[in-house]
């Protein structure tokens, strides 16, 4: 007797062969079958007639560490087939650290991934840990409705060691063998990785470099080997600018030690890559290391990074003085200064000048050729665009979709720098064997972008609206290859004996919805929330954790954890 059948769907198992006719019978949390089974052999079963079943999805990329404790389900990715999460990236995690520390993780978090200091402190009332060992155990017993892989941080592993001076100075011997020691035992307890952030538009709350940019890359490799020596485990990092300087002597040099650490140690290596000046410089550098033994692979987009702006939010004209006064009203007092013809004329003037600001991932100036609006429609209008067929400025033309909506028009305000110059451009970067596309950054920026919905943008826009990848090759980049990437055990593919980690879904209305600005964190924090059309059921490890997008009450999920023989 099977707990749970899959019926009548057309299995895209996730490996990129050619889908097939078959029903999946499930047990014990496993696929138990596949093939035609019997009637009355299952105590539940679902109807899959005329839809697709698949492997659920994985993302690599992710900041659920905070949100885990306030949010058992994992929105907005669970929405979006997302059934397994790597979270703790870019040096920022929760732990180690005891509770006196506890300020150090927080301020390296609340700028450079836009979490309120706030928020964080509402959702995590109890800090129960020290270690990362001991972080971990907590974790697994919190409520989950999907899985997670849990990476440590090495801006957390600074303050840990060095407590305050980690944000301003180098580490000594003494400080390098601590970090290492707990390095070592959270590896031993299942840490997934390490991760570290170069970046310099990673920023503390008061503008300062966060605990990690302090490092020195003799520090990182210290760290790197114990990785090495523990024979398991990632090493993710925001990369440093160099490695797309215009300077080619700086961006060889980068590059040069990059590729060689990946060889030297070999800890397979990964970073997010977007198109842009020095691109395909960094991808020469991953076929490099490759070619040489080391293991370094690059995370890509599905869509492209960019910041989500509504007057229910965050403008780029909030910080200039003919709008602050303005935008610090209630909307009703905002419509009746835009629906003032000189109020309006002068406001659209002052957005011409300077003052802008530049830094931590906050909105900068505004591109209207490259902010569009967001729409049900795939590919959303630019701003540019349709403020021109309506003979308007673009900020008239953002005001006319504002008032029109009630506030609620959202735009979205691409990235000139790590934005594809064409299609053919960013398709070269998906299709790459050395790239994952799994770069969504869940559980950050919560009020600036959502890229939760990457996987079914993938599936809407790349797969069914431009064909440049079959629905298999499409199912196969965020199931199979992320499973591998990140040394996952039986997830990934629809096989007997593998994890039953499944969705059902109509590839012919798999789509994201647009997104709502809503106030449901902890202490009334806003955030941009973004569900899915097309997904009848995700199913997690045999359970059907949501139907139609709406939660069952099953919280199957459960942390993963790493070590030689894989993640598990």
């Known amino acids: 007797m099977h707990d749970l059948v899959i019926r009548n769907g057309e299995v895209v198992d996730g490996s990129g062969r050619d889908r097939y006719h078959a029903d999946i019978g499930i047990s014990g949390g496993r696929i138990t079958e596949i093939g035609r089974i019997a009637r009355g052999g299952a105590r539940a079963e679902l109807d899959a007639e005329g839809q697709v079943v698949t492997p659920g999805f994985i993302d690599g990329h992710t900041h659920m560490d905070a949100?885990?404790?306030?949010?058992?389900?994992?929105?907005?990715?669970?929405?979006?087939?997302?059934?397994?999460?790597?979270?703790?990236?870019?040096?920022?995690?929760?732990?180690?650290?005891?509770?006196?520390?506890?300020?150090?993780?927080?301020?390296?978090?609340?700028?450079?991934?836009?979490?309120?200091?706030?928020?964080?402190?509402?959702?995590?009332?109890?800090?129960?840990?020290?270690?990362?060992?001991?972080?971990?155990?907590?974790?697994?017993?919190?409520?989950?409705?999907?899985?997670?892989?849990?990476?440590?941080g090495h801006s957390a592993l600074r303050t840990y060691a060095m407590g305050e001076r980690a944000f301003t100075e180098a580490a000594g011997e003494d400080d390098l063998r601590a970090m290492e020691s707990e390095l070592a035992d959270a590896l031993a307890a299942g840490a997934t990785g390490l991760t570290t952030s170069r970046s310099p538009n990673h920023l503390t709350p008061d503008g300062?470099?966060?605990?990690?940019?302090?490092a020195t890359w003799a520090e990182v490799q210290r760290l790197v080997g114990t990785l090495g020596s523990a024979g398991h485990g990632m090493f993710?990092?925001?990369?440093?600018?160099?490695?797309?300087?215009?300077?080619?002597?700086?961006?060889?040099?980068?590059?040069r030690r990059l590729a060689a650490l990946a060889v030297e140690s070999g800890v397979p290596m990964t970073f997010g890559l977007f198109p842009g000046p020095g691109w395909q410089d960094v991808m020469?550098?991953?076929?490099?290391?490759?070619a040489a033994g080391g293991r370094m692979f690059a995370q890509t987009h599905s869509r492209g990074a960019s910041h989500i702006l509504t007057f229910r939010s965050r403008l780029h004209f909030d910080v200039l003085p003919e709008w602050a006064p303005i935008r610090a009203l209630p909307l009703e007092e905002q419509r009746k200064a835009f629906e003032d013809p000189e109020t309006?004329?002068?406001?659209?003037?002052?957005?011409?000048?300077?003052?802008y600001n530049t830094a931590g991932g906050r909105p900068t100036s505004p591109?209207?050729?490259?902010?569009?609006?967001?729409?049900?429609?795939?590919?959303?209008?630019?701003?540019?665009?349709?403020?021109?067929?309506?003979?308007?400025?673009?900020?008239?033309?953002?005001?006319?979709l504002a008032l029109e909506?009630?506030?609620?028009?959202?735009?979205?305000?691409?990235?000139?720098?790590?934005?594809?110059?064409?299609?053919a451009e960013h398709l070269e970067l998906l299709r790459h064997p050395n790239t994952v596309m799994t770069f969504?950054?869940?559980?950050?920026?919560?009020?600036?972008?959502?890229?939760?919905?990457?996987?079914?943008?993938?599936?809407?826009?790349?797969?069914?609206?431009?064909?440049?990848?079959?629905?298999?090759?499409?199912?196969?980049?965020?199931?199979?290859?992320?499973?591998?990437?990140?040394?996952?055990?039986?997830?990934?593919?629809?096989?007997?004996?593998?994890?039953?980690?499944?969705?059902?879904?109509?590839?012919?209305?798999?789509?994201?919805?647009?997104?709502?600005?809503?106030?449901?964190l902890p202490a009334g924090g806003k955030r941009l929330k973004q569900k899915s059309t097309g997904i009848s059921a995700t199913v997690v490890a045999g359970e059907v954790f949501l139907r139609d997008g709406e939660h069952t009450g099953a919280l199957p999920g459960r942390l993963l954890r790493s070590s030689r023989g894989g993640v598990c």
């Open 208 to 214: 300062k470099p966060v605990a990690s940019r302090m």
């Open 67 to 152: 949100q885990l404790f306030w949010d058992p389900l994992g929105t907005c990715s669970c929405w979006h087939g997302v059934t397994t999460v790597v979270m703790g990236n870019c040096g920022f995690t929760l732990a180690p650290a005891p509770i006196e520390q506890r300020s150090y993780v927080l301020r390296n978090l609340e700028r450079s991934e836009d979490i309120p200091a706030e928020v964080m402190a509402a959702g995590i009332p109890d800090w129960g840990w020290t270690t990362f060992r001991e972080y971990l155990d907590v974790l697994d017993g919190l409520p989950k409705g999907i899985n997670y892989l849990s990476q440590i």
């Open 440 to 520: 969504s950054d869940s559980g950050a920026h919560v009020s600036q972008m959502m890229d939760s919905s990457i996987h079914t943008h993938l599936l809407a826009y790349w797969v069914r609206t431009r064909a440049a990848f079959t629905l298999e090759e499409g199912v196969r980049m965020v199931s199979h290859v992320p499973a591998q990437a990140w040394n996952v055990r039986d997830r990934g593919l629809l096989r007997e004996g593998y994890i039953a980690d499944v969705n059902v879904f109509d590839p012919q209305r798999i789509a994201p919805d647009v997104p709502l600005l809503v106030a449901d």
């Open 367 to 400: 591109d209207y050729d490259l902010m569009h609006v967001v729409t049900e429609q795939l590919p959303n209008p630019t701003v540019a665009d349709m403020a021109a067929a309506q003979g308007l400025h673009p900020v008239e033309l953002m005001v006319k």
């Open 236 to 255: 993710q990092l925001a990369l440093e600018p160099e490695t797309r300087s215009p300077d080619p002597d700086l961006r060889r040099e980068a590059n």
């Open 405 to 423: 909506t009630n506030f609620e028009q959202l735009f979205a305000q691409f990235v000139k720098e790590v934005r594809p110059a064409s299609e």
């Open 344 to 355: 309006l004329r002068r406001l659209v003037a002052a957005t011409e000048g300077e003052g």
């Open 284 to 290: 020469a550098t991953i076929e490099g290391a490759t």
